[in-house]
């Protein structure tokens, strides 16, 4: 692991678990009241949900354009942490939107869409283990399609008549708010970086290893 | 080397050939789709009366699941003839053959769909053919959204293991926006009060589609089918 690695974990521990009391101290929204609080870390996972499936269109456009397989490993790793973001901001909408919209769920483009990048980056994986060999190319062209629906997600409630808050909502929102918020951005973000790092090493190490039972076969 | 329209033009003339002589890939197709409409009128319609909007949904609903068969057999069938390998050593532009074997499938999923239309309309008691010219616009963009994934998915499934069970769980996910465009621009059009701007629109965001999953399967196509 690199150096870094074990202070950055630990202050990704601080971070997580000094987030509740910062959450806590933040003011109560007037309509909605304490499940409001459900926003501080939905929001920041569902930007690492749509960072995630970014990281891997990008890294398998690249995996596709050059077959260098370092570009493979990071796309990997960014569609499984696309899977875990994604599933975490699907579970927590929901119990914000039961209080807040009435209904568990609706079929709004922002939802919508979110659950279809959630379901294509299950289907890459599910590709990879089990579409035998040479899946990672076929999974990489998949990728692409599930980054091209990132932009739609994000666009999707400036453009819709939607029930889901538009994304000029968190620039406006007073500083008693905007702290915590963002102080759980950077928690999410570095668990993000962690995740990714660790992930991308060990797809790494059993390539390697792969690649040496295949020497000592021949 | 010939041109790329030459190639799309002997690849589709290749595919209408084996087709017509054995007519495989269109009669089951059809025989499933309209087996599928059945299922559905079987378990919708009650004292002769479907429930509203019902007719859009599951023309789409059928198009897809068909779609996904006449897609498998497609490239089982080069598989298994080996027609693939050999269009992809040909010295052609491997983005034709893509165009190629996609205006095949878009052909015969277009001509299921006029089958399809009035059957439903039938069945169900949609108004589907109250402005056929914008339904005809509609379904065939919506179409050439499905068949430019659906294509894609299926050539670079034909040499992975459980590829039957893949390419539904790869496709549907992918195509289920222009799903949703085609079934809510078709509900456009069989609305009381016809509204041009809202089929406009759902036309217009099915090209948006078609413009970006062509021109995502064209440059993919080459490097996932090199191996």
């Keep these: 692991m690199p150096k870094w690695f074990m202070p950055l974990a630990a202050l990704c521990g601080a971070m997580f678990a000094a987030s509740p009391f910062l959450i806590a101290n933040a003011p109560y929204e007037s309509t909605m ?40 490993h990071t796309a990997q790793a960014a569609a499984e942490l696309t899977v875990l973001f994604g599933l975490l901001t699907l579970v927590s909408g929901p119990l914000w939107a039961r209080r807040a919209w009435g209904t568990w769920w609706v079929w709004d483009p922002r939802l919508t869409s979110s659950l279809v990048a959630w379901m294509m980056s299950c289907a890459y994986l599910i590709l990879r283990r089990y579409g035998g060999p040479g899946s990672e190319r076929l999974a990489a062209g998949v990728a692409l399609f599930g980054m091209a629906n990132v932009p739609f997600i994000y666009i999707s409630v400036n453009y819709w008549r939607t029930i889901h808050p538009a994304t000029s909502v968190v620039p406006t929102l007073p500083v008693s708010m905007g702290l915590p918020l963002w102080f759980c951005v950077a928690a999410f973000l570095v668990l993000f970086v962690l995740l990714m790092t660790m ?17 000592l076969d021949e | ?49 479907a429930p509203e909007g019902a007719g859009e949904g599951i023309l789409w609903a059928t198009v897809t699941f068909a779609g996904t068969l006449a897609l498998g057999r ?23 053959v893509y165009v190629g074997k996609l ?36 379904l065939l963009s919506g179409t050439v959204g499905f068949a430019a994934v659906g294509t894609l998915f299926a050539a670079m499934l034909v040499r992975a ?50 413009i970006v999953f062509v021109t995502l399967a064209l440059w993919t196509f080459e490097p996932v089918m090199s191996d």
Excluded: N
Excluded at chain 1, 39 to 61: D, E, I, K, N, R
Excluded at chain 2, 178 to 207: H, K, N, Q, Y
């Design chain 2, 103 to 138: 205006v095949g499938i878009v052909t015969l999923l277009f001509g299921m769909e006029l089958l399809l239309v009035p059957l439903i309309s039938l069945l169900f008691g949609a108004p589907l053919l109250r402005h056929p010219i914008w339904l005809a616009a509609t």
């Design chain 1, 199 to 215: 992930r991308v090493r060990l797809e790494a190490g059993r390539s390697r290893l792969d690649a040496l039972h295949l020497a």
């Design chain 1, 33 to 72: 009241g304490l499940v409001q609080k459900v926003f501080y870390y939905h929001m920041p996972s569902a930007w690492m949900f749509l960072l995630s499936a970014l990281v891997c269109g990008v890294a398998s456009a690249r995996y596709l354009a050059t077959g260098v397989v370092r570009h493979d």
């Design chain 2, 74 to 96: 497609t490239f089982e069938r080069e598989r298994q003839a080996e027609t693939l390998r050999a269009l992809l050593l040909a010295p052609v532009p491997r983005s034709a």
């Design chain 2, 1 to 49: 080397m010939p041109g790329f329209v030459s190639t799309v033009r002997h690849i589709v003339r290749k595919d209408c050939t084996v087709e017509f002589r054995s007519r495989e890939i269109a009669y089951t197709t059809i025989f499933f789709a309209v087996s599928c409409v059945l299922t559905f009128a079987f378990a919708l319609v009650r004292e002769g009366r």
């Design chain 2, 161 to 210: 293991r459980s590829r039957d069970v893949l390419l539904p769980v790869l496709l549907y996910p992918a195509v289920v926006p222009v799903l949703i465009a085609g079934v809510r621009g078709t509900s456009s059009l069989t609305a009381p009060e016809f509204d041009w701007l809202i089929a406009r629109f759902w036309l217009a965001l099915l090209f948006a589609f078609d």
